[in-house]
């Protein structure tokens, strides 16, 4: 809500957006090749206890950010947050808790790489309080795991969705990928029908890019021509919605009420403190400023003591405020309702009424007083969508 609107952009907020903590973890067994994430291969020791150490000093530096408001989600990234012991983790969420209350609801997210885990670690995961798993699978078949440079098989893949719910994981996320190298319609859905068998709350699909920086760049492999991907696209859609999983996101699938709540508070541009090695902050103050913060990169210089954790940070210029919000906003299948751009920007309404109406007019925003919502052709082309919105 705005409180006051004094001089142009200068706007303060009486309610603070929810607040949600992402904490980074940068080491994986060996680098995929397609990956352009802060992550690094592990040496033979982890240095667990240290890092956790540093994650609650990080967090210290936050804590007048939270500016009285409980966590409402913690997400464990990475890199491969499972190769952490539940005691580390345990210590760290404890931790968190002294520093800022839990909501009573709190959705604890930990993403989990199969070939990096047993049976007891994912019941001590379950006892610190994690109740949400996110497990990277990619896909089971061993010609695609090979070459995306995974560490497990498919079996492996199997195995982890059995003890996530053995350890009492009843809310489970998938991660697959499509468009793999050589890969046909039947491969992609074969992947699909596999993980919708073992029973996930959620699947997160995402079509394979190739990002600079990556061993793919330099070395791109065969993928599958456009006319693939569309199928793949359109026949894996309608697989998932027959099973229950309802598209929410561009690449998010959930059972009933089982949405990534982590995700959502991102997209509706909700407020999150970032803690570890590269993690990416934003914070919304009552006087109006909204921050984006990120974090030493490197692990070894994240550990550091000499060095700051924060390597950044960048007030959002109040003419950028449309184009941060709807970047988030309208990659939601539903959209928001519009209110929530004043309730988050400080911004009145108006200001987007131009936009709006030209968007309208080339088919790429739906109609909708009430919501800001894409219209399907806006989400294939959300890029030009947003291009109405910037300055
Ligand atoms: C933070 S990443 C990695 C999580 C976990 N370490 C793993 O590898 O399973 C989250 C997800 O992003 C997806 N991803 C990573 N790189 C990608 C790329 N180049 N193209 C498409 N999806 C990608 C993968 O599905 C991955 O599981
Ligand atoms: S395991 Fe995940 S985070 Fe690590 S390199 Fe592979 S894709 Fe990236």
């Not at 352009?36 to 150490?53: I, K, M, Q, R």
């Not at 498919?154 to 996320?173: K, L, S």
Request: aromatic share 10%; with cysteine; net charge negative.
């Amino acid at each position: 809500m705005i409180a006051t609107l004094s001089t142009p952009g200068a706007v303060g907020f009486t309610n603070l957006p929810p607040l949600a903590l992402y904490i980074h973890i940068p080491w994986c067994v060996r680098k995929c090749p397609y990956c352009d994430f802060n992550s690094h291969a592990a040496g033979p020791e982890l240095p667990e206890d240290a890092y956790v150490t540093a994650l609650l000093d990080d967090l210290d530096q936050e804590l007048v950010a939270a500016q009285g408001r409980p966590i409402s989600s913690i997400f464990f990234g990475g890199g491969t947050p499972s190769l952490f012991s539940a005691n580390a983790l345990g210590r760290l969420l404890r931790g968190v808790e002294q520093r800022i209350p839990f909501a009573p609801e709190i959705e604890i997210t930990l993403e989990a790489n199969p070939g990096t885990f047993e049976q007891d670690k994912f019941k001590a995961y379950r006892q610190t309080g994690i109740n949400r798993l996110s497990i990277g699978v990619q896909s089971f078949q061993p010609a695609k795991l090979e070459a995306l440079g995974r560490i497990h098989n498919g079996d492996e893949a199997v195995r982890a969705a059995g003890m996530a719910r053995a350890a009492g994981f009843d809310n489970f996320n998938m991660d697959l990928m499509h468009g793999l190298p050589d890969q046909s319609l039947d491969d992609a859905l074969g992947d699909l029908r596999q993980a919708i068998d073992l029973g996930p709350t959620h699947l997160s699909w995402y079509q394979l890019t190739v990002e600079p920086n990556t061993v793919f760049w330099n070395q791109p492999p065969e993928l599958p021509e456009d006319d693939i991907l569309w199928d793949i696209q359109e026949a894996g859609q309608a697989l998932m919605a027959e099973h229950g999983f309802r598209q929410y996101e561009v690449s998010a699938y959930a059972q009933a009420d089982r949405a990534a709540r982590h995700n959502l508070n991102y997209w509706r541009f909700g407020d999150f403190i970032g803690i570890g090695a590269g993690a990416h902050g934003k914070l919304t103050f009552a006087d109006g400023r909204i921050l984006r913060t990120w974090k030493t990169r490197l692990p070894k210089d994240y550990l550091n003591l000499a060095k700051p954790f924060k390597a950044g940070e960048k007030l959002l210029p109040v003419d950028e405020l449309p184009f941060e919000f709807l970047m988030n906003a309208l990659r939601l299948t539903e959209g928001v309702e519009a209110e929530l751009f004043t309730q988050r920007t400080g911004l009145p309404l108006e200001q987007l009424r131009e936009a709006r109406h030209a968007a309208e007019q080339k088919g790429l925003l739906q109609v909708e007083p009430d919501r800001l919502v894409a219209t399907p052709r806006g989400q294939l082309f959300l890029n030009d969508l947003l291009q109405y919105f910037l300055t």
